[in-house]
């Protein structure tokens, strides 16, 4: 089993943390990972595309000639999606992309993603997020006794207004609780700073 340390935001080591196994010491699956990072996306889009339709687009009420003795190919209306500035035939519509990975899928995903984590030794464990006061600069410099540079994903497991006001104007950085952490999001982020507390919670979530 094993082990990580458990330190608090001056830096300083305060104690080990055994890991589970069965979530920090699985074999990475790449596909459930894919899965996870596509299903991610798919909810983030807008689908807010929208074409005209031939009811929609204006003109075109009038036949533009007879329907025979002319020559010509038979219209109806000068909008049709044939012609220039007519309608667009099948285009795309508004509609949700967003859909859900089936828990046990989800769940792989996640321990495959926290054991990437621990193994590139990008896993940081934080006893309790304790701010001075809700600072940028506090926080800021929290992450730096904490050896975090570059971006970071912060997870808690309790709701925290001081580290929500101080964290949301650091760069790269975002704040997120322990039971709404996607894969996706944890290996989005070159960090992993995570509390005691919200790791206890996965762990006995995710066994």
Request: hydrophobic share 40%; aromatic share 6%; proline share 4%.
């Amino acid at each position: 089993m094993a082990t990580v340390e458990v330190k608090n935001l001056d830096g300083q080591t305060v104690k080990q943390l055994e890991l589970a196994d069965e979530v920090f010491a699985v074999r990475p699956n790449e596909s459930l990972l894919w899965e996870a990072v596509k299903q991610y996306l798919a909810s983030r889009r807008r689908g807010t595309h929208k074409t005209r339709s031939r009811g929609e687009v204006r003109g075109g009420g009038k036949k533009p000639w007879r329907q025979k003795g002319t020559g010509r190919a038979r219209a109806g209306t000068i909008r049709s999606s044939l012609w220039r500035h007519g309608s667009i035939a099948h285009g795309p519509q508004p509609r949700d992309y967003s859909y859900a990975l089936p828990k046990a899928m989800w769940r792989g995903a996640l321990r495959s993603a926290l054991t990437v984590k621990l193994r590139e030794k990008k896993l940081t464990v934080v006893d309790r997020f304790n701010l001075a006061e809700p600072k940028t600069r506090v926080f800021f410099g929290a992450l730096r006794k904490l050896g975090i540079e570059g971006g970071a994903l912060v997870v808690d497991d309790a709701a925290n207004r001081s580290l929500e006001l101080s964290s949301r104007n650091v760069r790269d950085c975002e704040l997120i609780r322990h039971h709404a952490l996607h894969p996706y999001q944890v290996m989005a982020y070159p960090q992993l700073v995570i509390s005691e507390g919200a790791l206890v919670r996965l762990q006995e979530a995710l066994r």
